[in-house]
């Protein structure tokens, strides 16, 4: 029997995994699809301007970003038609794009059996705190309560994907309304994008919170990130995309 193929959000769930007795096999998606151009009218094309945008903003060379991300996706390419595959990705809107984009890749292979993992909550506190810290007998807990994507589940991450990536906001819309076990806080989050679009200041909401943190006196670009993160965990921003924030913000100031 095939074992499950483990799609992760990042190579630290890796390592949190490692041990686990149904963790034989995974792949990492490693992108940030929440920033940079991704329409595209195929997935070559789409690799092609991701590659273009990594290697010009990130200084990794078209090489990596092919060994690293996207012969990774390939992999599912090989795969027989019954592997179950167990998504681990978070409900901030940086996994939630990528999950998008992981849907509708496997939309294309519909007799894969898929599977949401969601992350431990206990409090709302750390309701964007994803998998973060949680232990290896948390996570077990986490993959037993694994949900199951429905065809209709699927389509809806792939409807989202292609919303999001054409930026047809109205259709954006109106899918983030449907009602889905597969998706949490997807109102929320669609909602918490939508916000990113720029106002008649010519800033999203992601910049008008670090420019008040900025401006509460604080300058220490750590204690920043880590502020922000407190206001604006459902973004699930890395310090890349806080830092791209805060330059843009320097330069205008």
């Known amino acids: 029997m095939t074992p499950p193929l483990h799609i992760l959000n990042g190579d630290q769930l890796a390592y949190q995994l490692q041990g686990a007795s149904y963790f034989q096999t995974h792949l990492v998606f490693r992108e940030?699809?929440?920033?940079?151009?991704?329409?595209?009218?195929?997935?070559?094309?789409?690799?092609?301007?991701?590659?273009?945008?990594?290697a010009s903003s990130y200084g990794v060379t078209s090489e990596e970003y092919t060994q690293k991300t996207v012969s990774e996706i390939e992999r599912l390419h090989a795969l027989p038609e019954d592997t179950e595959i167990c998504l681990w990705f978070e409900d901030d809107l940086f996994c939630q794009v990528n999950l998008w984009f992981i849907l509708s890749v496997l939309a294309e292979m519909p007799k894969l059996k898929l599977f949401r993992v969601f992350p431990p909550i206990s409090t709302t506190d750390d309701r964007w705190a994803g998998f973060g810290q949680a232990d290896l007998e948390s996570?077990?807990?986490?993959?037993?309560?694994r949900v199951p994507f429905h065809p209709s589940d699927v389509a809806l991450g792939k409807a989202l994907w292609q919303a999001y990536s054409s930026q047809d906001?109205?259709?954006?819309k109106s899918l983030s309304i449907q009602s889905c076990p597969c998706f949490e806080s997807?109102?929320?989050?669609?909602?918490?994008?939508?916000?990113?679009?720029?106002?008649?200041?010519?800033?999203?909401?992601?910049?008008?919170?670090?420019?008040?943190?900025?401006?509460?006196?604080?300058?220490?670009?750590?204690?920043?990130?880590?502020?922000?993160?407190?206001?604006?965990?459902?973004?699930?921003?890395?310090?890349?995309?806080?830092?791209?924030?805060?330059?843009?913000?320097?330069?205008?100031?």
Not at 139 to 145: F, I, P, R, S
Not at 169 to 172: E, I, L, Q, Y
Not at 214 to 236: C, H, V, W
Request: include cysteine.
């Open 32 to 54: 940030a699809l929440i920033v940079g151009p991704v329409a595209a009218s195929n997935l070559d094309a789409f690799w092609k301007i991701r590659t273009e945008f990594i």
């Open 139 to 145: 996570l077990e807990d986490c993959y037993e309560a």
């Open 169 to 172: 906001w109205d259709v954006f």
């Open 186 to 253: 997807l109102e929320a989050v669609c909602q918490a994008h939508l916000d990113r679009l720029p106002g008649t200041d010519g800033l999203g909401k992601p910049e008008r919170i670090l420019y008040e943190v900025m401006a509460s006196g604080a300058t220490d670009f750590p204690l920043i990130f880590k502020e922000f993160n407190r206001q604006a965990g459902i973004y699930g921003f890395g310090d890349l995309q806080v830092k791209g924030m805060y330059d843009r913000i320097q330069s205008k100031s």
